[in-house]
C-alpha cells in the first residue's frame, strides 16, 4: 500500500486547512495498479473526491463554513465507476468462492440432518418437551399414550378373569394375603421403573411387573362388586378421562400450579380412609370418600396430561405413563365406591 500525497493539495491557500477537529488523514492511500487499472490520473486533480466523500466543510476557513458550499459543489469533477470488471481481474477459484444458497439441513461438520434420522441431537431433543421440536413432541406423547394404552389393556385382561373364571374368583378371595403381596411387590416395581426409567430395557422390565401387580390387585377389588356396576364404572372412567385430556390439550390455564392443594387433599383424603377402618360401613361415607377421591384424581389428571405436553423430560415416557395410569385406576376405584354406595341405597 503506497501513500500518495495530494499534488493539488499542496497549492490551496493559507487559510484553507483541515477542520481542527477532524482525526482523518488528507492523503488518500491506493494501488497504484488499481488507479491504472481503472484508468485513473495519477496527475489529476484529487481534491475533489476527497471533498465528495469526507464532507467539503472540512476544508473551509475556520471562520467562515457556510459560505464556499456551492463554489465547492460546482467544482466537483466525478469520474463514471466502472460497471464491469477489467479484462485483467481473474476471479476466485470455485473452491474459494463463496456460495450463492445454503443447504439449511446442512449439519456443523456438512452431514446432512433431517427429521427422520436417529442420531441424538441436543438442539433438536432439547431438555423438557415444550424446548423439543415438533416431531420429538409427538413421538414422545404416541409413545406415553401407547405405553398407558398396554397397561390399561393388561389390567383390563387380568380383572376380566373373574368374571369369566370362577376358579380364579374363589383363589383370589380365599388368599387374601396375597394381595398385600401384590401391593407391595407394587410399590417397590414402581419405585425400581422410577430408578431406571431411562435404562433400556431394563425399565421395560420393571414396568411390565409393576403393572401385572396392579393388575392383580385390582381384579381382586372388582371380584367383590357386580359386573354391571364395574362396566358402568369403566364407561364413566374413560368418558372422564377423554374429556379432562382433551380439555387439558386445549385450555391455556396451567393446571400445574394446583399440585401443591392436590397434593394435601391427597394426604387428607388418606386420612379420612384410615379412620373409616375404625367406625361401622356407612354408605353414605363411602359416598362422600368416592366423590372427593374422584374430584381429587380427576385434578391429577389434567395436572398429569400437562406435564406430559409440557414438563417431562423427553426420555421420561415411562415416568409419565405410570402417572397417568395411577390416575386413572384411582379414579376408577373411586367411581367403583361412588356407583355401589347408590346400589346399597
Known amino acids: 500500500m503506497i501513500l500518495i500525497p495530494d499534488p493539488t493539495f499542496s497549492k490551496l491557500p493559507p487559510h484553507f486547512a483541515p477542520h481542527r477537529h477532524d482525526r482523518q488523514l488528507s492523503t488518500i492511500a491506493i494501488l497504484p495498479t488499481s488507479l491504472t487499472s481503472y484508468n485513473f490520473n495519477l496527475t489529476s486533480t484529487l481534491l475533489s473526491p476527497v471533498i465528495d466523500i469526507f464532507d467539503c466543510t472540512k ?61 441424538p441431537d441436543d438442539f433438536k431433543f432439547g431438555g423438557s418437551v415444550a424446548e423439543a421440536t415438533i416431531d420429538i413432541r409427538n413421538q414422545f406423547v404416541r409413545k406415553v399414550y401407547t405405553i398407558l394404552t398396554l397397561q390399561l389393556l393388561a389390567t383390563a385382561g387380568v380383572s376380566t378373569l373373574t368374571f369369566v373364571s370362577e376358579g380364579y374368583k374363589t383363589w383370589i378371595q380365599s388368599h387374601p394375603g396375597v394381595v398385600w403381596i401384590s401391593l407391595i411387590g407394587a410399590m417397590v416395581f414402581m419405585g425400581l421403573t422410577y430408578w431406571k426409567r431411562k435404562s433400556y430395557p ?144
Not at 467544482?75 to 465507476?81: E, G, I, N, R, V
Not at 392383580?216 to 362396566?231: D, G, M, P
Request: hydrophobic fraction near 45%; charged fraction near 15%.
Open 59 to 119: 476544508f473551509l476557513p475556520f471562520d467562515d463554513t457556510d459560505s464556499c458550499a456551492p463554489a465547492m459543489a460546482s467544482s466537483t469533477k466525478y469520474q463514471p465507476a466502472p460497471q464491469q470488471d477489467p479484462d485483467d481481474y481473474t476471479s476466485a477459484p470455485p473452491a474459494y468462492g463463496a456460495s450463492s444458497s445454503r443447504d439449511e439441513t446442512e449439519g456443523l461438520f456438512g452431514a446432512p440432518r433431517n427429521s427422520d434420522d436417529d442420531i
Open 202 to 345: 431394563t425399565n421395560l422390565l420393571f414396568l411390565s411387573l409393576f403393572t401385572l401387580a396392579e393388575a392383580y390387585t385390582v381384579s381382586v377389588i372388582v371380584s367383590f362388586y357386580k359386573t354391571s356396576i364395574v362396566l358402568n364404572a369403566v364407561v364413566l372412567t374413560a368418558g372422564i378421562f377423554v374429556f379432562l385430556t382433551a380439555f387439558a390439550c386445549q385450555t391455556k390455564y396451567d393446571f400445574t400450579s394446583w399440585m401443591p392443594y392436590l397434593f394435601g387433599s391427597l394426604w387428607a383424603l388418606i386420612m379420612f380412609g384410615f379412620m373409616q377402618m375404625f367406625f361401622p360401613y356407612s354408605s353414605t361415607g363411602e359416598l362422600i370418600y368416592g366423590c372427593i377421591a374422584a374430584l381429587i384424581f380427576s385434578g391429577y389428571i389434567l395436572v398429569d396430561t400437562q406435564l406430559v405436553l409440557r414438563h417431562h423430560h423427553v426420555e421420561e415416557e415411562i415416568a409419565a405413563a405410570i402417572s397417568l395410569y395411577l390416575d386413572i385406576i384411582n379414579l376408577f376405584l373411586a367411581i367403583l365406591r361412588i356407583l355401589n354406595s347408590q346400589s346399597n341405597n
